[in-house]
């Protein structure tokens, strides 16, 4: 096991225990049971895509069709923010943990490392990826970093994208770690599933975080859920819609699904509420 393992307190968790909040799809996993879901797949060369859900992608799930399909056909959506973990222990599931990616990112290079798995990074700023790449050899000095690749800040055009799948899979990745941010990087996975043939894990602002170009959140902050707070006052400008919009909603769209599932029986599988009705 994993030196970097947080203590899980999972047991007998799948990839398709799920349930839905505000209507997306959330896993019931953990830190352990990603590992090893995400190492099974890598080693069969299995093509998946691996979303951590914050409040933003629920309330960006919510407000679009198209997104919350996105999300809903992941493989594996792991609780990024506190609020989406409490949101699932107050839907019963008192054990539900966090799982977030800039701590599950160094548990997965680890993992690659000692299971020998290729590994491959697309997006950040120049800068940005650079750095990391230099963090990581010393930090994994036995991974394989086969692809890196930072695109260009616009849409690539069919025959652009095409060259990145080509060299991509060329590379030998067998797990690919995304840094566009949500939505773009969730988007991004999707749309590349069948073609990309590795376990595509969207990390966001993972690379910024562990390459030290972004300050993170104290650590107590972190159980408290209280990262939105820090990131607000350090980039209020890109953030502060994301926030102030999606928290409240969010808050006010649990309420009425945990006031819907008191009045009605839930239908078996992922519990997706009719809001409309309440």
């Not at 970097?4 to 019931?28: E, W, Y």
């Not at 919350?68 to 539900?96: F, I």
């Amino acid at each position: 096991m994993s030196s970097l393992l947080p203590a899980d307190r999972d047991s007998t968790i799948t990839p398709s225990d799920t349930i839905a909040i505000v209507g997306m799809k959330v896993s019931l996993t953990s830190y352990s049971h990603a590992r090893q879901t995400i190492r099974a797949w890598a080693q069969q060369g299995a093509s998946k895509y691996v979303c951590v859900a914050s409040v933003n992608n629920v309330m960006e799930a919510y407000d679009s069709a198209e997104f919350r399909n996105v999300m809903n056909q992941s493989d594996l959506v792991a609780p990024d923010g506190m609020p989406v973990v409490w949101g699932l222990r107050l839907l019963g599931h008192k054990d539900a943990s966090r799982v977030y990616g800039p701590d599950l990112t160094p548990i997965l290079l680890e993992m690659a490392a000692e299971s020998g798995l290729p590994v491959g990074f697309y997006g950040g700023a120049p800068q940005t990826l650079q750095r990391l790449m230099e963090v990581i050899a010393q930090r994994f000095p036995k991974l394989q970093v086969a692809y890196s690749v930072s695109p260009p800040f616009r849409p690539l055009n069919p025959q652009e994208d095409e060259q990145i799948v080509a060299d991509i899979n060329a590379s030998g990745a067998r797990i690919l770690f995304i840094g566009l941010n949500t939505p773009k990087q969730d988007y991004w996975m999707a749309a590349h599933k069948g073609r990309v043939q590795a376990v595509m894990i969207g990390v966001g602002a993972a690379f910024d975080f562990l390459a030290g170009t972004k300050a993170q959140a104290p650590r107590w902050m972190m159980p408290l859920g209280l990262e939105w707070v820090f990131r607000l006052a350090t980039e209020p400008r890109r953030l502060w819609k994301r926030y102030l919009k999606h928290n409240p909603r969010y808050a006010v769209l649990l309420v009425l699904q945990l006031i819907g599932r008191r009045r009605r029986t839930p239908p078996t599988g992922v519990r997706a509420p009719r809001f409309r009705n309440y």
